[in-house]
Nanobody, 119 residues
């Protein structure tokens, strides 16, 4: 099992910045992809950004040029630097990791951290 602890959410004005962190613990061997999704009430969870073990990032079009995902493999931690925030970025942000172990693919999710962007 992998446990994920998210931090860094909160309330910020439009145009501001926040940095989310996601620390993985437990059975961390085999973690390949780390990423962030977000969800607002009544809508499906949507991909924000992912990063592979070698540091290759991928972003949703809605956040390209504003958000930066990074990871520290030594600390088993992923980060999401969110700049130029907009009210439409308001959501619960979930950390996720993809682990490959014993020929099995496993996905783990954090409990989520709330981000509110005010006008």
């Amino acid at each position: 099992q992998v446990q994920l602890e998210e931090s860094g959410g909160g309330l910020v004005q439009a145009g501001g910045s926040l940095r989310l962190s996601c620390a993985a613990s437990g059975s961390i061997f085999g973690i390949v992809v780390m990423g962030w999704y977000r969800q607002v009430p009544g809508k499906q969870r949507e991909l924000v950004a992912t990063i592979s073990r070698d540091g290759t990032p991928s972003y949703a079009d809605s956040v390209k040029g504003r958000f930066i995902i990074s990871r520290d493999n030594a600390k088993n931690t992923a980060y999401l630097q969110m700049n130029s925030l907009k009210p439409e970025d308001t959501a619960v942000y979930y950390c996720t990791v993809n682990r490959i172990w014993s020929l099995k693919v496993e996905d783990y999710w954090g409990q989520g951290t709330q981000v509110i962007v005010s006008v």
